[in-house]
């Protein structure tokens, strides 16, 4: 299934000058000022605060807008990008189309959104057949025939089913289980006793019975299903993988025989289930989270099939409440947005429309963005940055006194087969057969995630498709995928201030180079270390190596645990891991790179605008990361985001390269500092 959840900082706009469509040269501008001194606050030392001195005016004059929880650079590359998307959209809903073709689709889908009247005449009269269904329920095999139907229609409910690469056989797909079911973000949500999580709990019960009133539960229903869905969402929280347990990709592979599921867990009919979600037969099944299905197996019969009933009614509602009614969607913000994330108001319906239709038709809608604003001289460049901080990588692991040559052997063949994918897919997906139609945008969602389901599902028993993206070419962000051993880098991504074919190179190379860095060292960090050159979870260190590796990674996690954000709230070092160790090992690379880039152009080795090229890179990389936050969203992100805070993805991976130091006479006593012994030295 195409991805269609993204993080809250990742849209953007391209600000390029070259149509991909016409593929006419771009106009080069003025070369643009080397450093934004603009956002800087130049009366905080770099020794003692970098990030402050990088930020600190841009970070005072930009409060977090009213209808954001967060703001930095990736929400206002966002609203650049929203312009366009807004464009593209308006002047689609006013334009005859082609019947079934892909602007026709996008026009409908758009126009059905933005017709509030329509959708608050309609109500809940889509969703009410729905209900009726749960209803019916007479026993377990009914119910898991329902939950079958509710997957189907990508509506998420009590545990997850998907078609996926073998972890261990990348050459093969095969279907995975894994857990699911709550409705609060984390399974700590449900039993943390610090008096924040219990007020969040006691809204949260506020607002089931809010949806059920809306649903027409008298007063004292509501509380009491309420009091038992929080119950059955607790029991399944007991049984989940903690976020950090799930880092572990090994804990997460666990094979059986299809005949497994029957025998070992004989109160779930998941046989039963997968033969209604349309599957093929199958011999083999990964279960990412055995505990889970084991403790839901117990707890089955804990509850009445009236009780799961109303369990699976309240999952349906809260998965589609924001596909229904405008009060409705507002109702789910004022827990969501407001109360988890402190978010004061909604955006406006057209920027709401642009969220709704990148979730539905988003890669028909990306075909179309693209062609405006997509630059193949962007590509080109960033595509000899990555070549270039590979180069740089290979040489940081021949110079490797940690690990030994045969590990290092196997470390530069993994380097070397990363495969590369920048602005968009090669193959677009063929939307023929989804049906969006006239009816209403509750029913086209549901259309467009079960042609995405049936996509998923049917790719069991066929070849491995490598052109397919996790990510859309409007959004803003990049990854690593391990199984693939791939860096993509989407179009949005690849535009200011992440990247600028006009901009000084220190720039570009604290920026994007970092960010490449970043996705090719997320091959070599606690998790993508452990998947080999063809993309297999399979060991290929020495064992000394790899005790080398932990031992060296673990300053990291120490450093971090002591970054405090708030009142007795503090980094989880081991959480964050991953992305820490990519953070310090592609800006390290990224230097690397950029150091070899001016010894090829050395009339770039000048002082721009007082500061010396390293300082420029540094100062570079700095202000990618700035970013205001709620509290609340700040509170959310620590315990549930592998991502450590702007602020700290700039002092924590500083404090560890000399090459800062040098730039900026940073010494023993200052707050930057970080004695030999305890800063961390990996990549």
């Known amino acids: 299934m195409k991805i269609k959840h993204y993080l809250l900082l990742t849209s953007a706009v391209c600000a390029l000058t070259t149509s991909a469509q016409d593929g006419k040269k771009a106009k080069k501008s003025a070369k643009k000022p080397a450093i934004d001194k603009a956002s800087m606050d130049l009366s905080v030392k770099p020794n003692q605060n970098f990030y402050q001195y990088a930020n600190g005016t841009w970070l005072k004059n930009n409060p977090v807008p009213s209808t954001e929880s967060r703001w930095g650079n990736f929400n206002i590359v966002a609203e650049r990008n929203n312009d366009i998307l807004r464009g593209i959209l308006e002047n689609l809903a006013k334009t005859t189309h082609t019947p079934g073709s892909i602007e026709d689709k996008i026009a409908t889908f758009y126009k059905l959104y933005v017709d509030t009247n329509k959708r608050k005449y309609d109500g809940l009269k889509s969703a009410i057949p729905f209900l009726d269904k749960i209803n019916t329920i007479s026993g377990g095999k009914q119910m898991f025939d329902v939950i079958a139907d509710m997957h189907r229609k990508g509506i998420s409910t009590l545990f997850r089913f998907s078609i996926s690469q073998d972890a261990k056989n990348s050459k093969v797909y095969i279907p995975y289980l894994s857990q699911g079911g709550l409705g609060l973000p984390d399974k700590d949500f449900y039993f943390k006793t610090d008096e924040k999580s219990k007020k969040i709990r006691v809204e949260y019960k506020k607002y089931i019975s809010l949806v059920l009133e809306n649903y027409g539960s008298d007063k004292d229903k509501q509380i009491r299903n309420a009091e038992t869905i929080f119950k059955i969402e607790s029991d399944l929280a007991s049984g989940s993988m903690s976020r950090l347990e799930r880092r572990d990709p090994e804990k997460q592979y666990n094979k059986f025989a299809s005949d497994y599921l029957e025998n070992e867990y004989p109160n779930l009919p998941l046989k039963n289930y997968i033969t209604r979600t349309g599957v093929i037969p199958f011999s083999e099944i990964l279960i990412s989270q055995p505990n889970f299905f084991a403790n839901l197996n117990t707890i089955l019969n804990k509850y009445t099939i009236e009780d799961w009933k109303v369990y699976l009614s309240w999952t349906f509602m809260n998965n589609t409440i924001s596909l229904l009614t405008p009060d409705l969607e507002k109702l789910q913000f004022s827990f969501y947005a407001t109360v988890l994330s402190g978010t004061k108001e909604q955006k406006p319906l057209w920027k709401k429309a642009i969220s709704a239709c990148n979730g539905g038709v988003g890669e028909m809608l990306g075909q179309l963005f693209v062609k405006q604003t997509f630059s193949p001289n962007a590509k080109k460049q960033v595509n000899t940055m990555v070549s270039n901080i590979s180069n740089a990588f290979e040489e940081r692991l021949s110079k490797l006194q940690w690990m030994s040559d045969e590990t290092k052997e196997k470390a530069k063949i993994k380097l070397s087969s990363i495969s590369r994918k920048f602005g968009y897919t090669d193959k677009w997906t063929d939307y023929t ?15 467009a995630n079960e042609f995405d389901y049936n996509e998923m599902i049917n790719r069991l028993g066929k070849p491995i498709d490598k052109t397919q993206w996790g990510m859309l070419p409007q959004t803003v962000n990049a990854y690593y995928n391990p199984i693939n051993n791939e860096i993509v880098f989407p179009a949005a991504i690849l535009q200011s201030p992440f990247f600028d074919e006009n901009a000084d190179a220190a720039l570009n190379y604290g920026a994007i180079g970092a960010v490449i860095g970043h996705e090719i060292t997320h091959g070599f960090d606690d998790q993508g270390s452990k998947y080999d050159a063809n993309g297999n979870l399979n060991s290929w ?43 310090l090992g592609g800006l390290s690379i990224a230097y690397d790179a950029f150091k070899l880039y001016l010894k090829q152009h050395p009339e770039e080795n000048v002082v721009k605008n007082g500061f010396t090229p390293e300082q420029r890179f540094f100062i570079g990389f700095a202000q990618l990361w700035k970013n205001n936050a709620r509290p609340e969203a700040i509170r959310q992100l620590i315990l549930t985001d592998t991502h450590s805070p702007g602020e700290f993805r700039v002092k924590g991976p500083l404090s560890n390269m000399p090459t800062f130091y040098e730039a900026f006479k940073v010494k023993e006593g200052d707050e930057m500092y970080i004695n030999d012994a305890g800063r961390a030295d990996i990549w």
């Open 433 to 447: 057969t989804l049906n969006i139609t006239n009816s209403s945008y509750f029913e086209n969602v549901l259309a």
């Open 541 to 583: 260190w020495t064992e000394n190596d790899r005790k080398q590796f932990e031992t060296r990674t673990n300053v990291l996690v120490e450093q971090f645990n002591k970054f405090k954000v708030g009142d007795s709230l503090y980094v989880n070092g081991k959480l964050t891991l991953g992305e820490n160790i990519a953070d």
